[in-house]
């Protein structure tokens, strides 16, 4: 049986069309994906995003140890700041990714994908040091995200000034409701936003707080059409066991000059280049590509989508795609739609920020 | 509650018909569309191409996924309707009117008898937890 998050019966209220989603139930719309999506990109939207997972990392060279085993670099990280970084397998795959919070001197929370928390949580067990605590209190734990341009006012309204001027990937924790919570100028959709974690009862009633105040409910769907627009990854598309961070393209997140498991794989790849590299699609015909259509160069197949949708702020069809070297580099390839070749520009992978500087 | 409307012929993949003398209208119903969720591309067939009951004649896509379209009846398209390419959220906004999808000459009325009437329709959905 999949599982309630707190908020379960806020989105029944709301009128939520639930799914179950990595074995929680979530709301995958309220009224409309489209919606959702447009009111974050203009206004402010919140999501449920309890199902995430949350681990601790503490003890004694907790940080040199949990260092090893990420690409991003944790020295980097001074207390209150938070991560966006990768874990990868010695063979360069993808274990997950995550955002990293250095919440005390020799103590890291780890935010990681629903669907991998178990596997991270047994990664993360075998390789540091038994000195080291690895504990998993993704149960405990609530979150919602608030996103959108218009997130900074309702947070000064809700959790006060102070809590509002955060930097981007700064983070407090916050009094509320007689407990306390952890809030990061973080996100997942491409636009200014912050997000929570804290006990279940608090998250509720913030998340009440915020909707009373005319911020959008939104559910996974626009969760997923955001995060696209905007050219993230998602772990199970753009990332996997068999997709290294390089061939993602997420080289500002791998710091090859320390050492890390896996270091060695990508280095390699990043100097004499990878097979594959994924390429941002923009259709010139109508038409959706999904994850696993093939991509053609010509009569011959060179990639394929890992993740392809009506991009909704933007007003096109777009997809993401793993394409063989070279080919990357060629300025218009082919996406087979059901037995039709649709003709695709090959564009940056962030489109939505493509577009707001004027590139399309 | 999704509408069902009475004078209409349903097919178990959730497609209505609208018989307009020897031809019939086709489209999805407010169920399917509510299933669907936000509509952003329908592919439908040309006119003058042969539609089969209960064989597939295009596709609706919506932000979800990825959803055949069965014809209720066979026969000819005689009339497709333009406006979804520019505006396929007619489907969601008004399934049974302007977001028809195609004009069919139909070749057999038997097959008519083949379709659910309103009232099976509706048992259906009841079904399906509707």
Known sequence: MPEKTPLYEEHLKLGAKMIDFSGYLLPVQYTSIIEEHLAVRERAGVFDISHMGEILVEGEGAGPALNR?????LELLFPGRAQYTIMTYGHGGTVDDLIAYRVAASAYLLVVNAANIRKDYAHLRQHLPPGVAVRDLSAGYAGIALQGPRSREHVKTVLGEEVAGLPPFGFTFAPYGG????????????????????????????FRAF????????????????????????????????????????????????????????????????????????????????????????????????????????????????????????????????????????????????FRRGGI | MSRVLPNLRYTREHEWLLVEGGRGRVGITDYAQESLGDVVYVELPGVGDKVVQGEPFGVVESVKAASDLYAPVSGVVVEVNEALKESPELVNRDPYGEGWMILV????????????????????LAGEGE
């Open chain 1, 69 to 73: 085993l990420l690409t991003n670099d």
């Open chain 1, 179 to 206: 407990d306390e919570v952890l809030v990061s100028r973080t996100g997942y959709t491409g636009e200014d936003g912050f997000e929570v974690y804290g006990p279940p009862g608090a998250v509720r009633d913030l």
């Open chain 1, 211 to 354: 909707v009373r105040q005319g911020v959008v409910p939104c559910g996974l769907g626009a969760r997923d059409t955001l995060r696209f627009e905007a050219g993230l990854p998602l772990y199970g598309h753009e990332l996997g066991e068999d997709i290294t961070p390089v061939e993602a393209g997420l080289d500002p997140f791998i710091k090859l000059e320390k050492d890390f498991l896996g270091r060695q794989v990508l280095l390699a790849q990043k100097e004499q280049g990878t097979g594959r590299r994924l390429v941002g699609l923009r259709l010139k015909e109508k038409g959706v590509a999904r994850q696993g259509y093939a991509v053609w160069s010509g009569e011959k197949q060179v990639g394929f989508v890992t993740t392809g949708n009506y991009a909704p702020y933007l007003k096109g069809y777009f997809a993401l795609a793993l394409v063989d070297t070279p080919y990357h580099r060629e300025r218009v390839l082919a996406v087979e739609v059901r037995g039709k070749r649709l003709e695709a520009e090959v564009l940056p992978k962030n489109f939505l920020k493509f």
């Open chain 2, 105 to 124: 000459e139909m070749a057999d009325e038997g097959e008519l008898e083949k379709l659910l009437t309103a009232e099976e329709y509706e048992k259906l």
